[in-house]
């Protein structure tokens, strides 16, 4: 089992910033990628940013060139730093921890999720 504690995260008016970390423990060795998602109210939850161990990133295009997703393997940490936040911004975004199986991404562990308000 791998446990996720998120931090961070808050209301911000539009062009503002914000940081989320995710603190990962447990059954470390059994993932090789995090992620953050978010998910609105009455939309379906979204990939945001991932990496993975070998720090490969992968970014939705909503959101390319203002967040940016980094790791601290030796902390197994990872976070989020989101730029210009838009009011579409919002949602309340989760940590996720799993496995890249080269075909695809399985999610098997979330945080519990943290809300981010852009709001003027």
């Known amino acids: 089992q791998v446990q996720l504690v998120q931090s961070g995260g808050g209301s911000v008016q539009p062009g503002g910033s914000l940081r989320l970390s995710c603190a990962a423990s447990g059954s470390i060795f059994s993932i090789n990628a995090m992620g953050w998602h978010r998910q609105a109210p009455g939309k379906q939850r979204e990939s945001v940013a991932l990496?993975?161990?070998?720090?490969?990133?992968n970014y939705a295009d909503s959101v390319k060139g203002r967040f940016t997703i980094s790791r601290d393997n030796a902390e197994n940490t990872v976070t989020l730093q989101m730029n210009s936040l838009k009011p579409e911004d919002t949602a309340v975004y989760y940590c996720?921890?799993?496995?890249?199986?080269?075909?695809?991404?399985?999610?098997?562990?979330w945080g519990q999720g943290t809300q981010v308000t852009v709001s003027s």
């Open positions: 990496i993975t161990n070998g720090g490969t990133t």
């Open positions: 996720s921890a799993g496995r890249d199986t080269g075909r695809a991404f399985i999610w098997g562990y």
